[in-house]
């Protein structure tokens, strides 16, 4: 029996239920596992009043600081963030903020090891309260905690120190785990630990019903990601309005909204994109078994959800070369990986759109990613952390 601390802050909660929802899936799978005993620490970060009055505040301010979720025990304390500093002062006011609540959870848990589910400002904080407990503490690079968080000078020598204080790191992808590489983390304690997907829900239907459904008639494309810029909803929107009759709908809410919905207007777009918000992935499983493609054109990744779910649907996908791509995407059904440009990805949508496609091959290439290996994955890595603590000096010094 091992017993989990899982610290994120990438976690749903009553007033974002949809955020971070694999980090979710994971924590519930590795809590559901036979051999493990889990609570969950997922901090809030809020200004200092006034600030966290203001109405972005105000609904996460109100969320429960206890509660049971999904049949887990979490704790959602506060810690102070500080506007305007890059995040600089995060994972030390973190640590600072978790320091007693972690004292008085361990009476009763007296948890084995810290998982750190995001490198910042999880990370960082994870490292500091994993020597102060005397625990191996892990931690998990997921994408931009690395590629943004990891460049920034605010930040990034806080998430290099933590990648080499950590007893153990995870990356969801193998090119993730060279960006981390390239910035000074070790790679020899690196281990690649891929996503998982529900394979039951994201499956590969009869298209034409599943449009019908959703009232939608000729090609479909989805594009399933956060409206930021990163995510270039701009260049899937200037590749479709090159492609007549196409439709096109965003799953995701973000800061550009507003911007994608003047740049639809402006392209002549408005009677063929649908702005679809934040969906349960219920319904994000049934907008991409209608899609012919799924079109992400991404900045920067790990390995994106969005891909594994739209393959498990029996949709390809057109990406751009980051992240894991090339080794999600490792069949012609798959899809296209192009450049970021208008032309390349509007032909790579046309070509999918003309092609005679098997959507149960384009499946096989999600097959692998179940959540059932992901969790068995994470708890041998966890055992090995909490077996091997001790035998070597620490580097958390």
Known sequence: MIRVLTLSTLFPDASRPTFGPFVERQTLELAAHPHVELKIVSPRGLPP?????????????????????????????????????????????????????????????????????????????????????????????????????????????????????????????????TDMINIG????????????????LFRAGERVAAKAQLGIAGPLVVSVGALIPR???????????TLPGVQLAFIGKGEDLAVLQKEAQALGLAGRVRFLGALPHVQIARWLAAADVMCLPSASEGLANAWVEALAC???VVTTDVGGARELMDRPEAGRIVEPERGAVAGAISSL???????????????????????????????????????HPSSRT
């Not at 995510?231 to 309005?241: E, I, N, P, S």
């Open 49 to 177: 009043w006034p600030l966290s009055k203001l109405n972005r505040y105000a609904a996460l301010a109100a969320v429960p600081e206890h509660e049971t979720w999904k049949g887990v025990e979490i704790f959602r304390p506060r810690f102070t963030h500080i506007p305007c500093t890059g995040g600089r002062f995060d994972a030390a006011m973190m640590a600072r903020a978790l320091a007693p609540l972690l004292k008085d959870i361990r009476k009763s848990f007296p948890f084995d090891v810290i998982d750190a589910e995001f490198f910042f400002p999880d990370g960082p904080a994870a490292i500091a309260l994993g020597k102060a407990f005397d625990v191996p503490v892990s931690i998990k690079a997921r994408g931009a905690d690395i590629q943004y968080w990891g460049v920034q000078r605010p930040t990034a020598g806080q998430v290099r120190d933590a990648g080499g204080a950590a007893d153990g790191l995870l990356a969801v992808a193998d090119a993730l785990k």
């Open 185 to 200: 983390i070790p790679g020899d304690k690196i281990k690649v630990h891929y996503t998982g997907v529900d394979l039951s």
């Open 231 to 241: 995510k270039r909803q701009r260049l899937t929107m200037q590749a479709v309005a």
């Open 314 to 316: 029996g949709t390809p």
């Open 353 to 391: 759109l003309t092609a005679d496609y098997d959507p149960h091959a384009v499946r096989k290439t999600a097959e692998r990613f179940t959540w059932q290996a992901n969790r068995d994955a994470l708890y041998a890595h966890l055992v090995g952390l909490v077996q091997g603590f001790g035998k």
